[in-house]
C-alpha cells in the first residue's frame, strides 16, 4: 500500500508494543535542516560538497578542512527545533512503545525533542561533538567553533596537535561497531520497523529493513521519495514527515 495514510490504519500498526525507528535527514528537514539526496538536496546541488565529509579527502588536504569548518560554521543547528515528527517518537516512548530510535541523523534534535539517550542511537555519530583522530581526544562543538571565529581556520587538538573533525561519521570511516549491534539486535526484535525520511540507500543502516523484515516485523517507510525497499514494506506513506508520524503513531486504545 502506498501513498496516503490508510483510513483506519491497521491494526498490526495501532496494537504494536516493539517499534523500531529508523530516521534520516528528511524528518529534520521541516526544522530546516537541508537533507543531503533529495532533489534539493546539498550533494544534489552540489556534488563536490560530498568531499567534505570523505575521511580521505579530509585528513590529506587542509583546504578540505578549512572548507569543512566553514560549512560547520554556516549550518550549526544550536538554534533550530524539534518538529512534529521528533516530538511524536518522543511520545512514542512515553507511551512505552518505541523499542529503539536509530538515527542517522547528526544533529540531535531527537534528544531536543525529549528522546532518551536510553532508546536513541545515532548510527553516524553526532555534531555537537569534536574528536581528535589521532588521540581521540573529544571535546564540544562548540569550544572549537569558538577557536574558528577567534580566527583559527584549521584548529588542531589541544591535547595532541592531531587533527581534529566533528563527531560523525564520515566516507570511509569505520561506524561504531557496538552502536551498529544494537540496532541489529533492535530491529531483529521489533514487531514494526519503520523507516522514517531516509532514501535507505547508505548500508549498513539501510539494510536494517530487510533485517527487520526478515525476522518477522512489518516494514513502514515513510518518505518523500521511492526507496530500494519500498516493495518490501506492508505500508508506504508519501505524506509528509510532520503530519503522517503523528497520526501514524497513534494506539488503538
Known sequence: MTGALPEPLPAWLTEARRIV?????????????????GPNGVWTRDPD???L??????V??????????RMRSDMQVGDVAPNAGHRALADLERQGRLRALLTQNIDGLHQAAGSSTDVVRELHG???EVECLSCGDRTSMDSAMARIDAGDPDPACLVCGGILKSATISFGQVLDADVIDAAAQASTDCDVFMAVGTSLTVHPAAGLTELAARSGARV?????EPTPYDDLADLV???????????????SD
Open 21 to 37: 525507528v529508523l530516521t534520516g535527514a528528511g524528518i529534520s528537514t521541516e526544522s530546516g535542516i537541508p537533507d543531503y539526496r
Open 49 to 51: 560538497a560530498e568531499k
Open 53 to 58: 565529509v570523505t575521511l580521505s579527502y579530509y
Open 60 to 69: 590529506n588536504d587542509p583546504d578540505i578542512r578549512r572548507k569543512a569548518w
Open 126 to 128: 553526532t555534531i555537537h
Open 220 to 224: 513502514v517507510i515513510v518518505n518523500a
Open 237 to 251: 506513506v508519501r505524506e509528509p514527515i510532520g503530519v503522517a508520524l503523528p497520526r501514524l503513531l497513534q494506539t
